[in-house]
C-alpha cells in the first residue's frame, strides 16, 4: 500500500489486482471515502507506471507514480469539465486496508 500526499489532500493507494484499486482519502474534504476503482496501469519503465481511471462521480485521473524518486503527477478532469493538475509525494506504507 502507497500514501500520496498533495498537502491538502491524501490518499492510500492498495492495488489489490493489476486493475483494481482500493483509493481512500486520509485527509480533505471527503476524509474517510473509499472506492474501489477499476485502473488501466502502463508500465513506462521499471517503477514508473502510468494509471488512469474514473471514479464514481466521472472525475478522471490519469496518475503517474514514480516509485523510484517517490513522486506522483495527476491530471484530473472534474465532473464539471475543469482541468486540474497536482504534485505530490508517494511512498509506501505496511497496512492493509482489509486488515482494519
Partial sequence: MFEV????????LFYESHHKLILTEIRGPE???I???MVNILEL????FMVNWQEENKLTVTDLEDYDKGVVYANM????????SAKGTLKEI???PKEK
Fill in 77 to 84: 478532469t472534474t465532473p464539471n469539465d475543469n482541468f486540474v
Fill in 45 to 48: 519503465r521499471p517503477n514508473l
Fill in 31 to 33: 476524509a474517510g471515502r
Fill in 35 to 37: 472506492q474501489n476503482l
Fill in 94 to 96: 505496511k497496512t492493509n
Fill in 5 to 12: 500526499d498533495f498537502g491538502e489532500k491524501a490518499f492510500t
